[in-house]
C-alpha cells in the first residue's frame, strides 16, 4: 500500500458554468484559454467534482480525493471521516444568484425532514473569498434608512409602501419586501427598475451611482427578473486584491464580478431567490436569513513578518476552515501551519517546492499539494505566494463527526 505521508499532487477539477470568464483560470494555470467560461477550480473531496490525487511521483492515473479518505480516512485526516472543507479559485464574469446557506441546526432539521430537496446535506456552509483581483459583492442588508432612501429615489409606486415601511419598521420590513418581489412583482417592474435606475444615476455620489449601476449589469442577464432591485437592498462591498470576505449563514448575498480563492464548509446547502435559472425556494430562502444589518463583512487577517516573508491568516468563527496566505521571498524556508491537520496548498505566483521528511512537491500557479494528516510537519521554500487551507478548530469549537 503506498504511504500517504509525503506532499501529494492534488489535480483540480474545472466548472463551466456560464458566469465565468474565459482567461483567469487557464492564465493562472499555465494554459490557453479555450474560449468556453471557466468559473471555478475545485480541490476538494465534495462528491460532484472530488479533485484527483496522485499517489506516486510520474504516475498517470490518479484516485478521487473522496474515494482516498473513504478508504483511508484515519490517514488522511487524522479524525472525521470527510474533509471539512472545500478549496476553490472562483471567477466571476457577470452576477451570480441572489442565494443563502443554512445554519448547522437549520440544515439538519431540513435535511432529515426532506424539505422538498432544498438540503442536500446535514451541515452549514459558511465561506470566506479571498481577492485575487478586485472584486464586487452584494452580503448582507443595509441599514433600513438607507435602502430606503435608495428605493425612494427610484420614484416607482409599487415600492412606495415598502419604503415607508422600512422607515417605520426598520429591518423587519425586509422579509415582505422581499416576498413581495419574489411572488407577486413581475418583469414590467423588473423594466421600470431598470430605467429608473438609469435615470437617477444621473448625477448621483459615487456609491449610490455603484448601486444603480449594478442594477443596470444585473438586468443584461436577468432584464425580467424584480430582484434586480437587490443593490439597493444589500449592501454593495469591494475588495481589494488581498482582502476577504466571509459570508455566515442567512446571510443574502452576489457575487458580481472578479476572481479569487474561495474556502467553504464541504457542504452544496444552496438556497436562492432570484437572478437564476435554477430553482428558487423563496419560502425557505426567507425563513433562514439573518434580517440585520452588517452581516457579511470583510475579514481582517492576522499579519505576521516572518524571516521567510509574510503570513496572512484569514481566521473565520468557525470550526471548518482557515486560510493563510503565504508571501515566500525565498531567503529562508516557510514552515507550514497545521501539522496535525489535512492541508492543501495552492501555489498563487512564483514557484515553490513543498517538502517534508518523506518527500517533496514542486508547485507553479495553479497547481496544488494535498498534506494528509499523516505528512506532519512540512516547508515551502523558493519564492512565490501560496494558499493554505486547513481546519480552524478555534478554541471552544470541535468539528463535526
Not at 474533509?83 to 452576477?95: D, H, M, Q, W, Y
Amino acid at each position: 500500500m503506498t504511504p500517504l505521508d509525503r506532499p501529494l499532487r492534488l489535480l483540480p477539477r474545472v466548472r463551466n458554468y456560464d458566469w465565468g470568464t474565459p482567461d483567469f483560470i487557464p492564465r493562472l494555470c499555465g494554459r490557453e484559454p479555450t474560449g468556453r467560461p471557466e468559473a471555478e477550480l475545485w480541490l476538494g473531496s465534495h462528491p460532484d467534482a472530488p479533485a484527483g490525487v496522485v499517489l506516486r511521483s510520474g504516475d498517470a492515473g490518479s484516485i478521487p480525493l473522496d474515494r482516498l479518505i473513504a478508504e483511508r480516512p484515519i490517514e488522511v485526516l487524522g479524525r472525521g471521516s470527510a474533509l471539512p472543507f472545500l478549496t476553490k479559485v472562483l471567477s466571476a464574469g457577470r452576477p451570480l444568484s441572489i442565494q443563502a446557506h443554512p445554519s448547522r441546526e437549520q440544515a439538519a432539521r431540513g435535511f432529515a425532514a426532506g424539505a422538498s430537496g432544498s438540503y442536500r446535506d446535514p451541515n452549514h456552509k459558511p465561506e470566506l473569498l479571498y481577492a485575487l483581483t478586485p472584486f464586487s459583492a452584494l452580503s448582507g442588508f443595509r441599514p433600513p434608512a438607507e435602502a430606503a432612501s435608495l428605493l425612494g429615489a427610484l420614484g416607482l409606486e409599487e415600492l412606495e409602501p415598502h419604503v415607508q415601511r422600512l422607515e417605520s419598521e426598520g429591518a423587519a420590513a425586509y422579509r415582505p419586501l422581499l416576498a413581495t418581489l419574489r411572488e407577486r412583482a413581475g418583469a414590467q417592474l423588473a423594466v421600470r427598475t431598470t430605467r429608473a435606475a438609469r435615470l437617477a444615476a444621473e448625477g448621483a455620489d459615487p456609491e449610490r451611482g455603484q448601486a444603480l449601476h449594478w442594477i443596470d449589469r444585473i438586468a443584461d442577464s436577468h432584464p425580467e427578473d424584480p430582484l434586480v432591485v437587490a443593490p439597493l437592498i444589500l449592501r454593495l462591498i469591494h475588495l481589494e486584491p488581498g482582502q476577504a470576505l466571509f459570508t455566515g449563514p442567512g446571510v443574502p448575498h452576489s457575487y458580481l464580478e472578479g476572481s479569487g480563492v474561495e474556502v467553504m464548509a464541504n457542504s452544496d446547502n444552496v438556497l436562492r431567490l432570484g437572478l437564476t435559472s435554477k430553482r428558487v425556494e423563496a419560502r425557505e430562502f426567507l425563513d433562514i436569513l439573518v434580517y440585520e444589518t452588517g452581516a457579511g463583512t470583510k475579514l481582517e487577517p492576522e499579519v505576521d513578518e516572518l524571516p521567510w516573508g509574510r503570513r496572512s491568516a484569514f481566521t473565520p468563527p468557525v470550526a471548518d476552515f482557515r486560510l493563510d496566505i503565504m508571501e515566500i521571498t525565498g531567503a529562508a524556508a516557510a514552515l507550514l501551519p497545521g501539522e496535525t491537520s489535512p492541508r492543501i496548498v495552492l501555489a498563487l505566483e512564483g514557484g515553490v517546492e513543498i517538502r517534508n521528511s518523506a518527500g517533496a512537491q514542486s508547485l507553479r500557479p495553479g497547481q496544488a499539494t494535498l498534506l494528509t494528516a499523516s505528512a506532519g510537519a512540512a516547508n515551502a521554500t523558493g519564492a512565490g505566494r501560496i494558499a493554505v487551507t486547513m481546519p480552524n478548530r478555534p478554541k471552544g469549537q470541535e468539528l463535526a463527526p
